[in-house]
C-alpha cells in the first residue's frame, strides 16, 4: 500500500511558477513509476507527466512539455512538477499517481492523492 500526499498547489498570475510536490509512504519508493494528472471541473483527469522508478525515463503530455519538468528523490520518497509560465488553461486539481509499471502517456495509476489545486489568474 502507497499513501500519496500531494502539496504546493495556489493561485497564481500567468506567467508565474509554481512546484507541486508530492510525499509518498513506504520504503519501496524507487519501485513504482509516478505521474501527475490534472482534472478540469466536470471532466475526466488528463495525464500531465510520468516518470520511472529510477528516473531516467519521462514522458509529458504535448502541450506541457516545453514548461512543466517532472522530477523525483527517491531518498525523499517525493516526486515533482515544476511548472513555468503558467496560463489560465492549466487552472485543475492536480493529482499524483504511482504505478508498479511504467507505460509513458497510458499510466494507470495504481495509487492515488487527493489532489492540489491550481489557480492561475489571467
Known amino acids: 500500500q502507497v499513501q500519496l500526499v500531494e502539496s504546493g498547489g495556489g493561485s497564481v498570475q500567468a506567467g508565474d511558477s509554481l512546484r507541486l510536490s508530492c510525499a509518498a509512504s513506504?520504503?519501496?519508493?524507487?519501485?513504482?513509476?509516478m505521474a501527475w494528472f490534472r482534472q478540469y471541473p466536470g471532466k475526466g483527469r488528463e495525464f500531465v507527466a510520468t516518470?520511472?522508478?529510477?528516473?531516467?525515463?519521462?514522458d509529458y503530455l504535448d502541450s506541457v512539455k516545453d514548461r512543466f519538468t517532472i522530477s523525483r528523490d527517491n531518498a525523499k520518497n517525493t516526486v515533482y512538477l515544476y511548472m513555468n509560465s503558467l496560463t489560465f488553461e492549466d487552472t485543475a486539481v492536480y493529482f499524483c499517481?504511482?504505478?508498479?509499471?511504467?507505460?509513458?502517456?497510458?499510466?494507470?495509476?495504481?495509487?492515488w492523492g487527493q489532489g492540489t489545486q491550481v489557480t492561475v489568474s489571467s
Open positions: 499517481a504511482a504505478s508498479e509499471s511504467y507505460r509513458g502517456r497510458a499510466f494507470a495509476g495504481d495509487y
Open positions: 513506504g520504503r519501496t519508493f524507487s519501485k513504482y513509476a
Open positions: 516518470i520511472s522508478g529510477n528516473g531516467f525515463i519521462r
